[in-house]
Nanobody, 119 residues
Framework: QVQLVESGGGLEQAGGSLRLSCAAS????????MGWYRQVPGKQRELVAS???????YYADSVKGRFTISRDMDKNILDLQMNILKPEDTAVYYC?????????????WGQGTQVTVSS
């Protein structure tokens, strides 16, 4: 079982920067792709960025050029550097880590951290 704990959210002005961090812990786990998702009330959770085991990264079009995802696979830490923040980046950000257990893929989630960007 794996636990994911996010940190680093908060309130920032438009144009500013924030850095989110996610630490994975537990016993006997192996994380494949990890990613950051975000959700605003009334909307579906959306993928913001992901980092695979082969170091392939993905970014949503809305954050390309502004956000950078990084991962320390030895320490099981996933970070998201968010620059040039916009009010539309306001959301609860969730860390996700995918494991393979019992013959199926399992999505593990953190508790979420609020990011608020003021105009």
């Amino acid at each position: 079982q794996v636990q994911l704990v996010e940190s680093g959210g908060g309130l920032e002005q438009a144009g500013g920067s924030l850095r989110l961090s996610c630490a994975a812990s537990g016993s006997d786990f192996f994380l494949y792709t990890m990613g950051w998702y975000r959700q605003v009330p009334g909307k579906q959770r959306e993928l913001v960025a992901s980092f695979a085991r082969d170091k392939t990264t993905y970014y949503a079009d809305s954050v390309k050029g502004r956000f950078t995802i990084s991962r320390d696979m030895d320490k099981n830490i996933l970070d998201l550097q968010m620059n040039i923040l916009k009010p539309e980046d306001t959301a609860v950000y969730y860390c996700n880590g995918r494991t393979f257990l019992g013959g199926r893929w399992v999505d593990n989630w953190g508790q979420g951290t609020q990011v608020t960007v003021s105009s």
